[in-house]
C-alpha cells in the first residue's frame, strides 16, 4: 500500500517561504498526479495544487503564484514551496496521490506547520 | 470555481443508527464527487469515489449517491468507529475544492 510522509519545518517566520518535502514509499512516482492539501486551523480543507509525473502543474489561483510544486524521481519525492507567507498560511499540510478519474487516494498524515515570528 | 455546500454541519447519532451527509455542487460535476473521513492525527481516507463506488475494503455500511448536482453519503448502522469529520470534494476540474464538513458525533 502507498505511504506517504511529509517532512519539513514546522514554524516559519512571516514572509520567509514554507518548504514541505513528501516521501512517497512502496509506489512509484511514474504515472500519477501528486498534490498538496491543507487545512487551516478550525477550518476547511484547501487544495493547492498538484504535479504530474512528466512535471506539468496546476496550482490553486487563490494562492496568486505564492506556490510551486516539484518532483524529484529519483528520490521519489514531491515537494511544495510557499513564499511570502502570512499567519494565514498556517495550517495541517497533507501530501496526496491523485489515481484514476482524478481521485485523491492516499494521503500522508498531516504536517503542521505555523506561521508565526 | 465550483462552489461545494455541505449539510449539516455537526450531526449527533448513535450506535446502529442511519445517517447522511448531503452535498450539492455549484454547477454539473457528472459523478466527479469524493469522500473523505478525517480523523485527529491520522492520514484522511477515501470512503468512496466517483460519487457511488466504495473504495477498496472500505465498510459496506458506507455508501454514495447522486442526483443532479445533489449527492450523499450514507452510512448505516453506526459504529463508534465512525466518530470522524466527512469531507465532499469535486474533482472535475480545478481548482479542486470540498465541502465546508460535518463532524459526526457518535
Known amino acids: 500500500q502507498v505511504q506517504l510522509q511529509e517532512s519539513g519545518p514546522g514554524l516559519v517566520k512571516p514572509s520567509e517561504t514554507l518548504s514541505l518535502t513528501c516521501s512517497v514509499s512502496d509506489d512509484s512516482i511514474l504515472g500519477y498526479y501528486w498534490s498538496w492539501i491543507r487545512q487551516p486551523p478550525g477550518k476547511g480543507l484547501e487544495w493547492v495544487g498538484h504535479?504530474?509525473?512528466?512535471?506539468?502543474?496546476n496550482y490553486n489561483p487563490s494562492l496568486k503564484n505564492r506556490v510551486t510544486i516539484s518532483l524529484d524521481t529519483s528520490e521519489n519525492q514531491f515537494s511544495l514551496r510557499l513564499s511570502s507567507v502570512t499567519a494565514a498560511d498556517t495550517a495541517v499540510y497533507y501530501c496526496?496521490?491523485?489515481?484514476?478519474?482524478?481521485?485523491?487516494?492516499?494521503w500522508g498524515q498531516g504536517f503542521l506547520v505555523t506561521v508565526s515570528s | 470555481d465550483i462552489q461545494m455546500t455541505q449539510s449539516p454541519s455537526s450531526l449527533s447519532a448513535s450506535v446502529g443508527d442511519r445517517v447522511t451527509i448531503s452535498c450539492r455542487a455549484s454547477q454539473n460535476i457528472i459523478t466527479y464527487l469524493n469522500w473523505f473521513q478525517l480523523k485527529p492525527g491520522k492520514a484522511p481516507k477515501l470512503l468512496i469515489y466517483t460519487a457511488s463506488s466504495l473504495q477498496s475494503g472500505g465498510p459496506s455500511r458506507f455508501s454514495g449517491s447522486r442526483s443532479g448536482t445533489d449527492f450523499t453519503l450514507t452510512i448505516s448502522n453506526l459504529q463508534p468507529e465512525d466518530s470522524a469529520t466527512y469531507f465532499c470534494q469535486q474533482s472535475y476540474s480545478v481548482p479542486y475544492t470540498f465541502g465546508q464538513g460535518t463532524k459526526l458525533e457518535i
Open positions: 504535479i504530474f509525473y512528466s512535471g506539468s502543474t
Open positions: 496526496a496521490r491523485q489515481g484514476g478519474a482524478n481521485v485523491i487516494d492516499y
